[in-house]
């Protein structure tokens, strides 16, 4: 079964502190995509970053990398020098393309505290 | 990415009655789907909304109670039915674009039940 795990409920740093949030996953399908949502206190999501099963280059944007790992089903998103503004929930995702419905599992998500 | 309009973006609603939330993309997409988040709760998907058909629900949702429209490729709607406290969450739209596997939501409708 699929399933997304974010251990981490709740984030705390002092701002230009670097932080780094959890992500594993379950999935039976050889093919499937990862991804990376920020929700800031507004509610939309928005879209951080994808990262296929067949991928596992690191990726570095700006102050964001992110670090996929299939030998332990682990997506780990690093925010270097945190920022005030970098506070919102982050979800991790999964979708699996094998049954072509394109669903995505989220995990539970962390909150991101970063205190001025 | 296109833009993603949703209405209302927030409501309060009196418990028994029911509200239909509108979802509008201003290019067409291939894919559109309805995700609740429940307070302080991560994302649950709701249903599949499919072009000229049925969607299809997930376990746990039913018909009866979230009727979804998808007249075209632009446009869907949900409507929270017969609505209770418990249905008080976040409700997003969310697209997919043509062989694209990235999901982009719209700002979502706040609905609180009383």
């Known amino acids: 079964a699929q399933k997304v795990t974010q251990a981490q409920t709740e984030i705390s740093v002092v701002e230009k502190e670097d932080v780094t949030l959890d992500c594993v996953y379950e999935t039976r399908d050889t093919t499937y995509y990862l991804f990376w949502y920020k929700q800031p206190p507004s509610g939309e999501l928005v879209f951080l970053i994808r990262r296929n099963s067949f991928d596992e280059q690191n990726e570095i944007s700006g102050r964001y990398s992110w670090n996929f790992q299939k030998s332990t089903s682990s997506f780990n998103f690093t925010i270097t020098a945190s920022q005030v503004v970098d506070s919102a929930v982050y979800f991790c995702a999964l979708s699996e393309t094998t049954s072509g419905t394109y669903k995505y599992i989220f995990g539970t998500g962390t909150r991101l505290k970063v205190l001025a | 990415s296109a833009v993603i309009s949703q209405k209302p973006s927030r409501d309060i609603c009196q418990r028994g009655t029911s509200l239909t939330i509108q979802c509008q993309v201003d290019?067409?997409?291939?894919?559109m789907f309805w995700y609740r988040q429940q307070p302080g709760q991560s994302l649950t998907l709701i249903a599949t909304a499919n072009q000229g058909s049925e969607a299809t629900y997930e376990s746990g949702f039913v018909i009866d109670k979230f009727p979804i429209s998808r007249p075209n490729l632009t446009f869907s709607t949900l409507t929270v039915s017969n609505m209770s406290p418990e249905d008080s969450s976040i409700y997003l739209c969310s697209v997919l674009w043509g062989r694209s596997t990235e999901a982009f939501f719209g700002q979502g409708t706040r609905l609180t039940v009383v």
């Open positions: 290019s067409q997409v291939t894919m």
